[in-house]
């Protein structure tokens, strides 16, 4: 497809969606909750034992701290800050406050040059922008960066040296070449005529898994209470495809989740097609916004369904094990715990954050009051 016909079949899908988005908001309210449910699994059952972590105060504290110091903190910030002490419960105070700085980092990237305002910045501001992403991008496992270095490459430098000495090697490794990864392909234009094609929903999920940079997050897992898994292990004992596919829901579950969360912020605020529900209706022309919100939420259920079918076959081996193993398997049910509580956050900061909050949503997990007017 040449790319102005892309440009044009992606304005004319944004109208479309955007149209019946205006009258679908007046009379139709879709509960997230029991879209994302099925016969098998029960969202509010599943995270009814929840609980973010209980530093939460003082850890904000610290991030504010932080971000003022580099000058990367943004007036917004409380609301999204919580995301990650949602996500990790059960962090040791020290590692909690590492993770919640890389996360004042990433949120302060993606709401000043992030893939849905991107295109927003002006040439010179998306010069400026290539460059720096381009050099934190690239930051290798000494962590030096260059002279005269941005404030927010010297934060980045110096929250990623406080994890590379609380992490092993061999894991750190793997955590900064997918950290490095999300920040290369998400602050630029991600939208379709950014990327100068459609493409189908498939390659549109590979690509909003790393753009999300949930699978550095599912890494954080293991960092944030410092057990780490032995791979050689779980090979021994076969289980790490299964471990894979599991830590790959996870991290989809948590972006595609999103998508459906933050679709009025994105797509009808900011006209980004960036976004599962924009994805689906691109590539299904035939379908109504109803019929697109089905079946983007579908693809979470199906997630959510395989992620608690891979749950249940681990801890099956798990009990097959001999007393031998015990120690061993203590500290997989330990990630296992651990990672099943970022999944409940999946949801439960989504439902609680003000990030996604308006008034006459189509989501009635996000709505707010109507105001009373005289």
Avoid at 9 to 38: D, H, P
Avoid at 146 to 170: C, Q
Avoid at 190 to 212: Q, W
């Amino acid at each position: 497809m040449q790319h102005h016909h892309v440009k044009e079949t992606t304005r004319e899908t944004l109208e479309r969606v955007k149209s019946e988005y205006s009258q679908l908001v007046k009379t139709t309210t879709f509960s997230l909750q029991e879209l994302f449910n099925s016969a098998d699994f029960r969202l509010e059952e599943h995270c009814k034992t929840y609980q973010p972590h209980p530093g939460s105060e003082q850890l904000t504290k610290e991030a504010r701290a932080f971000g003022e110091q580099y000058g990367i903190w943004l007036d917004n910030a409380k609301h999204y800050i919580s995301c990650v002490l949602f996500v990790f419960p059960n962090a040791t105070y020290e590692r909690m406050a590492a993770m919640v700085k890389n996360n004042a980092i990433d949120y302060y990237l993606n709401d000043t040059m992030g893939r849905d305002v991107f295109c927003y910045l002006s040439p010179r501001q998306q010069l400026n922008a290539r460059h720096l992403i381009y050099r934190m991008s690239c930051i290798d496992e000494t962590l030096d960066t260059v002279d005269n270095a941005h404030p927010l490459e010297l934060a980045n430098a110096a929250i990623l040296k406080d994890i590379r000495e609380t992490s092993t090697t061999e894991w750190f490794t793997q955590f900064l070449k997918l950290y490095n990864h999300h920040i290369a392909v998400t602050h630029k234009d991600c939208n379709v005529a950014g990327l100068g094609f459609i493409p189908s929903v498939d390659k549109y999920i590979e690509m909003r898994n790393h753009t999300s940079g949930m699978p550095h997050i599912v890494m954080l897992v293991e960092y944030s209470t410092g057990v780490f898994l032995d791979w050689q292990w779980l090979a021994r004992i076969k289980v790490v495809q299964r471990m894979k596919r599991m830590h790959r829901a996870a991290a989809l579950i948590g972006c595609l989740m999103n998508d459906l969360f933050s679709f009025e912020k994105e797509v009808i605020d900011n006209d980004s097609d960036s976004n599962l529900l924009m994805s689906v209706a691109m590539n299904n022309p035939d379908m109504s916004l109803s019929d697109v919100i089905q079946h983007s939420a579908g693809i979470v259920r199906d997630l959510l369904v395989e992620y608690m079918e891979l749950s249940a076959q681990i801890e099956n081996k798990c009990r097959q094990l001999p007393a031998s193993e015990a120690v061993m398997v203590s500290k997989l049910r330990i990630h296992l715990a651990d990672l099943d509580r970022s999944v409940q956050a999946s949801w439960t900061w989504q439902v609680y954050t003000k990030r996604f909050k308006r008034f006459d949503s189509i989501w009635e997990e996000t709505q707010l009051a109507t105001p009373v007017t005289a």
